[in-house]
């Protein structure tokens, strides 16, 4: 294997010289987008990923408000130990104040079905996230919430729909 290994560098050396080597690899480098980049460049682009966040939970928002429902900020939390849900801590900020914390799941949305005599109402409950993927932390807390016997709905940005929010219901899948 250790011979197969060196016969195998040593033809691609004889078929690509090493300054090749160096431009493949440049190459890719830079279309990996390798190179380091700045604590500033960082801080722009979470402030970027941070303000497209907040515009998409309010395009969400909206698109939910069109549909007839009632929508709120959820500002409950999921306590991963317990399994409770729980009021999101609130934080300060200097130059702004004492400032609310976002819960998770972003939304709940209530809409009126049946009779008006009855007061009957659909619960559902929104997370909004531009690329449509969660982390493990994140499903495991939204796991809960459907062991609970809530709708989960997951609302993602994509270009094919006319106003680009394409939702689809959360199903906890273990391992994935």
């Avoid at 402030?47 to 698109?63: D, I, L, Q, Y």
């Avoid at 408000?65 to 849900?85: A, P, S």
């Avoid at 300060?92 to 400032?99: A, E």
């Avoid at 972003?106 to 007061?119: L, M, N, R, Y």
């Amino acid at each position: 294997m250790y011979y197969a290994i060196i016969g195998f560098l040593f033809v691609c050396l004889l078929v690509n010289p090493p300054d090749k080597f160096k431009k493949i690899y440049k190459e890719h480098s830079l279309s990996l987008n390798m190179e380091k980049q700045t604590k500033a460049e960082l801080k722009a682009q979470g402030k970027r990923n941070k303000a497209k966040g907040a515009k998409f939970e309010k395009k969400t928002r909206e698109h939910y408000e069109e549909m007839g429902y009632m929508v709120t900020k959820f500002r409950n939390n999921i306590d991963l130990q317990t399994g409770e849900i729980i009021p999101a801590k609130n934080f300060y900020i200097p130059g702004r104040g004492n400032v609310m914390g976002s819960g998770f799941p972003d939304f709940v949305a209530f809409k009126h079905i049946g009779a008006p005599i009855a007061e009957q109402y659909e619960v559902i409950f929104i997370e909004a996230k531009l690329n449509g993927f969660l982390s493990k932390e994140e499903k495991e807390k939204l796991k809960i919430l459907t062991e609970l016997g809530h709708k989960i709905l997951i609302a993602y940005e994509d270009d094919s729909c006319d106003n680009n929010i394409r939702t689809r219901e959360f199903i906890y899948t273990e391992g994935k």
